[in-house]
């Protein structure tokens, strides 16, 4: 009974604030602001235009390493603590296993975001 009185009290206040930040705040509406960007250009183009997938890839590649770099605070600050070369070895097996993954993204191109015209993957493979 309790949590369902809280809950109706709390989504009341929920309510509450946000029916007061509408009425007490100060609305300045000018054609700038009303405008899609506030930098005062007139949008240009489609805004569904195509993105090259590159860009998707490298997005995505930086948030995968970044993620594996997080995991490396928590090792630094307890490895001291454990004192084992176990830990040790353990942070160095990451290591190695994210370099490898990046020398292995490097070498296929996955980094690169300007690519040749297929005339010269012709001939570059031509030459090979």
Do not use: Q
Request: proline share 2%.
């Amino acid at each position: 009974m309790a949590f369902l009185l809280t809950s109706v009290i709390l989504i009341a206040l929920v309510g509450v604030l946000y029916l007061v930040s509408f009425w007490a705040s100060i609305t300045n509406r000018t054609i700038e602001k009303l405008s899609a960007y506030e930098c005062g250009l007139e949008p240009i183009g489609d805004a569904r235009m195509k993105f090259d997938i590159l860009y998707y890839v490298i997005g995505i590649l930086y948030l995968i390493f970044d993620l594996e770099i997080i995991f490396l605070f928590p090792l630094a600050t307890v490895l001291f603590s454990i004192g084992s070369l176990l830990a040790v070895w353990v942070v160095m097996i990451f290591l190695i296993i994210l370099t490898i993954g990046f020398l292995y993204e490097w070498f296929h191109g996955a980094l690169e975001i300007v690519t040749l015209p297929t005339i010269y993957i012709y001939y570059i493979s031509i030459m090979l």
